[in-house]
């Protein structure tokens, strides 16, 4: 027994062995960009198995490969479309035969398709802004490590300028110490050569 295909589009209803000749059915394809283009279009959550497949009702000429046997989709193609009139809706679900006026849909496809416009509109609400709130979060951190690194970088410039100024004294006290050596030096000198104190005061006098 042939097994009989459905389309996977929920609002189409349209089978295999009930439609006119000419529709065919397709699988979802096996690429997941593909396949997420293709849900995406049909703006439906549920997501299709191996054995789901979508009418050739919902893809335009240009998508088929030419001069085939039986209808063939090009790698790229992408359905699109989805807006159904009264006429497809006479197509799928009259006989051919007929040529009864179209009649105004029941109550319960309006229920339905008001209850897809609701989800479609929750769908569509704005996620909570957690994303700009982290980003403002890491913003903050940021103003904070930067203010830090400011008063670290402030510190080290004053330090630098203490050291500076401290090596300045020092060499000046170096300098200092070793005049201070010398005379100590020239004085032992003289008190050895037997000079008198009026020399020793004379010499402190000129080299101080």
Not at 128 to 157: A, N
Not at 168 to 181: C, D, G, P, W
Not at 183 to 192: D, G, T
Request: charged share 30%; net charge positive; aromatic share 8%.
């Amino acid at each position: 027994m042939k097994m009989v295909c459905c389309c996977f589009y929920k609002k189409c209803g349209s089978r295999s062995g009930q439609m006119k000749e000419g529709v065919s059915f397709h699988r979802f394809p096996k690429d997941e960009q593909m396949r997420i283009r293709w849900l995406k279009n049909m703006k439906q959550k549920f997501t299709p198995t191996a054995n789901s497949r979508l009418c050739s009702l919902h893809f335009e000429k240009k998508w088929y490969l030419q001069h085939t046997s039986k209808p063939l989709l090009l790698a790229q193609a992408v359905p699109t479309i989805f807006s159904f009139s009264s006429e497809i809706s006479e197509e799928i679900s009259q006989p051919s035969a007929s040529h009864q006026s179209s009649e105004s849909e029941p109550p319960s496809v309006l229920s339905q398709v008001k209850l897809e416009a609701t989800k479609l509109t929750q769908e569509c609400t704005p996620v909570p802004t957690f994303i700009e709130k982290s980003w403002t979060e890491k913003d903050k951190s940021k103003e904070i490590l930067q203010k830090k690194l400011e008063q670290k970088t402030e510190r080290l410039r004053k330090a630098s300028s203490t050291i500076k100024i401290l090596r300045q004294k020092v060499r000046r006290y170096e300098k200092k110490i070793n005049n201070l050596s010398f005379i100590v030096k020239e004085l032992r000198q003289k008190k050895n050569d037997g000079s008198s104190p009026c020399e020793f005061a004379e010499f402190i006098i000129i080299e101080g």
